[in-house]
């Protein structure tokens, strides 16, 4: 049985990420979402709440787990017994970036295979931080994240001032 992990920091889930899980559910056996507890970035979700409205956004597919990892991503792979890593290739933003990511992974975890998604049309522009930034400032993200996303961006941003 192929299991693929699918890393990465989902502060907060939107639907481009949830199309690129249930894609790739239907490939492998089991798909595990890795949240990363610290990326290098500031986040507005802490680790449980990110992984609530991941796990809730997912509930229907039930070959997929939610799980969070803090250590690296080859080493998380290794853990949960993977043999490949899942991401999703929006059209300019994300190959470069991908790409080196991959070679080194593939220098710590040879056995590892990526395989890459490439975005739907429709979620091509999507990004959490364009979502984060919209929601700030009070745009309408209804079709961009499932409903109880959308809730939580709003509750940041009544707490925050966001
Ligand atoms: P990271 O911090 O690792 O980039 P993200 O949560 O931003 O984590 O993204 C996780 C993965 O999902 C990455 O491979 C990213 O390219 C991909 N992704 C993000 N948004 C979309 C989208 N709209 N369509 C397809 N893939 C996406």
Do not use: W
Request: proline letters at 5%; a neutral charge; charged letters at 25%.
């Amino acid at each position: 049985m192929t299991i693929a992990i699918y890393p990465g920091s989902f502060d907060p889930i939107t639907y481009g990420h949830i199309d690129v899980a249930t894609r790739a559910a239907r490939l492998f056996a089991k798909l595990i979402i890795g949240v990363y507890e610290t990326p290098g970035k500031p986040l507005l979700f802490s680790l449980e709440e990110r992984l609530e409205m991941a796990r809730r956004a997912l509930t229907d597919v039930p070959n997929i787990e939610v799980r969070s990892f803090s250590d690296l991503t080859v080493d998380f792979a290794r853990r949960v017994k993977a043999q490949a890593m899942v991401r999703g290739l929006r059209v300019s933003a994300d190959f470069e970036m991908e790409f080196d990511m991959a070679m080194m992974n593939s220098r710590l975890y040879p056995e590892l295979e990526l395989v890459c998604f490439m975005a739907s049309p429709e979620y091509q522009f999507l990004s959490s931080s364009l979502m984060k930034e919209v929601a700030k400032l009070g745009g309408n993200i209804s079709g961009l994240v499932p409903e109880h996303v959308a809730e939580a961006l709003r509750k940041k941003k009544g707490v925050n001032k966001m």
